[in-house]
């Protein structure tokens, strides 16, 4: 389904922030155009808060949590669970507004929804996950461990996925009891704000999740605030750090999931039929605006019939059909400047996205849009800027080594470590490499190796600062705190060192 099915709303107006579950104006009066990727045509307006926004939101929170922390844990499930319902019943309006904001194609809109369900799903699980363990320690002596809620909590997001993002923090944080200050991406308000619609909805009491519009000084202020206990990050790295050092000298538990430069091994003996594709739309899906897109190939050997077959293939993919606008027109000037210096640099061009428009569209102005072709980049060395930086465009560069000990040197040189593939028909080949490549996240004939819920999501190195991972078991574990507890109700027949 191309872009002609994707409805251009003409403007939301000013946006407010969600405080208490009713929309509250913000303190500023500064407000940022908020444009549609798709015709470059202002939709909104979006404030871009203060200290005092997220003190009013803290506060709602603090409020909050005194009575949603001592809710039961079977009730406050409920809310999830009619929280999926809504969500499914509102499909096809949250496709629409991740389109609408961000760009993606309804395909892709379609997964980030789909994607956001499947966490809200874990989080449904949570009773069953942290059903207390209890042990007799000592004869007649108990030792107990109770999950708590941290407290105030907040989630901070970027602009590439408006949905699954926040819902990455969501339904985990607030089931196990706490209560939230969101802070969208202010590229991508909308998402954040029908899902604090749906949730008050879904019977979430006032005040548990509570949104605050802004940038940067919103982000200090969350940083900073002592009655925020723990606080989540994703975004990219430069940010990341940032957030990470500041949050954690102000006491606060703090992950900050940052930027990638994913690398994946292609070596001659994988599937010529499947891989080709495969892997460009890896590299081509989201308009490689996706922390875990393939960034970098390495082409072990003889791969020339694989890379024909890319080439044929990401020559197929048309801007405004299968593949969707890239966020602002900054991003479009980034990305057409990595290609153009790796082009100056002595890569050769092998697919130019550059100057691309759709010519398929109904949509008026799309010609205005943020378009970007899906490029293939070969003879790029790892030292130049398009080799080893993360481009968050639709750009694969592709370098050439004769072994894989070669390609892994390369991939474990880079800073980064969210995710590292390898397209392989042998098992040794993927086994060399899930053992020895420096990323958090492995894929073997998959390009993004996403981990699916139950499982965790989190890289390794300068892609993220902190422990552990913000989704799966270990996202109950950072948004929870364990309460150790001895108990003796019977006088124990034998005395010893615990009496
Ligand atoms: P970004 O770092 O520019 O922004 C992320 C958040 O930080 C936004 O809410 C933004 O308002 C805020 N922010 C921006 N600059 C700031 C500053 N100087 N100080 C404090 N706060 C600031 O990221 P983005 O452009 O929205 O998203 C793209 C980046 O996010 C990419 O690098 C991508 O790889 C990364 N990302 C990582 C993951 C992951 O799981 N590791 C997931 C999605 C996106």
């Given at each position: ?86 969500m499914e019943r509102d499909f096809e309006q949250l496709k629409q507004l991740v389109a609408l904001e961000n760009g993606k194609t309804l395909a892709e809109a379609h997964g980030d929804v789909a994607k956001a369900i499947e966490v809200l799903e874990f989080g449904c699980s949570i ?29 901070i997001v970027p602009f590439n996925f408006p949905i699954m993002c926040p819902m990455w923090t969501i339904p985990i944080a607030l089931t196990v009891g706490n209560t939230m200050v969101l802070k969208p991406s202010e590229q991508v308000p909308l998402g954040s704000l029908k899902l ?304």
């Open positions: 389904m191309g872009l002609n099915h994707v409805q251009i709303t003409k403007s939301f107006g000013k946006l407010k922030n969600w405080i208490g579950n009713k929309e509250v104006e913000s303190s500023t009066s500064q407000y940022m155009d908020l444009m549609s990727p798709y015709t470059g045509e202002k939709i909104g307006e979006v404030p871009m808060g203060t200290a005092s926004d997220v003190d009013a939101a803290v506060k709602a929170a603090k409020a909050a949590f005194k009575i949603w922390s001592n809710t039961n844990i079977k009730e406050r499930v409920q809310v999830m669970f009619k929280m999926k319902a809504l009773p069953n996950k942290i059903s207390a363990p209890m042990l007799e320690v000592s004869n007649g002596i108990y030792c107990q461990v109770i999950k708590e809620p941290v407290g105030v909590v907040a989630s604090a619609a749906l949730l008050k909805e879904a019977g979430l009491p006032d005040g548990v999740l509570n949104i605050v519009n802004g940038g940067v000084d919103v982000v200090n202020a969350i940083c900073d605030h002592k009655d925020i206990k723990a606080m989540s990050f994703v975004g990219s790295t430069k940010v990341a750090k940032i957030v990470y050092g500041r949050a954690a000298m102000a006491g606060k538990r703090v992950l900050a999931l940052g930027g990638a430069k994913n690398h994946l091994v292609l070596m001659p003996d994988a599937n010529l039929e499947t891989a080709p594709t495969q892997i460009v739309d890896s590299a081509m899906g989201c308009a490689g605006q996706r922390c875990m897109a393939a960034s970098l190939m390495v082409a072990v050997g003889d791969c020339e019939k694989h890379i024909a077959g890319m080439v044929a293939y990401a020559k197929s993919i048309k801007v405004g059909e299968k593949l969707g606008a890239v966020i602002n027109k900054q991003s479009v000037d980034r990305i057409n400047k990595y290609i153009t210096e790796a082009q100056n640099l002595g890569a050769k061009v092998l697919v130019d996205g550059r100057n691309q428009k759709p010519d398929n569209s109904d949509i008026k102005g799309i010609e205005n849009g943020y378009w970007v072709g899906p490029t293939l980049l070969d003879n790029v060395s790892p030292d130049m800027p398009a080799g080893c930086e993360e481009i968050f465009g639709p750009v694969l560069s592709i370098v050439h080594v004769k072994t894989l000990e070669e390609a892994l040197k390369i991939e474990n040189n880079n800073p980064y470590g969210n995710a590292a593939s390898i397209f392989t028909t042998s098992g040794a080949n993927a086994q060399y490499l899930f053992r020895n490549a420096n990323a958090g996240m492995n894929g073997v004939n998959v390009g993004v190796p996403v981990p699916r819920e139950p499982f965790g999501f989190g890289g390794w190195n300068d892609s993220k600062f902190g422990n552990g991972d913000l989704t799966g078991d270990q996202g109950i574990d950072f948004w929870t705190q364990d309460r150790k507890i001895t108990t003796k109700f019977i006088e124990p027949q034998v005395r010893n060192w615990m009496s």
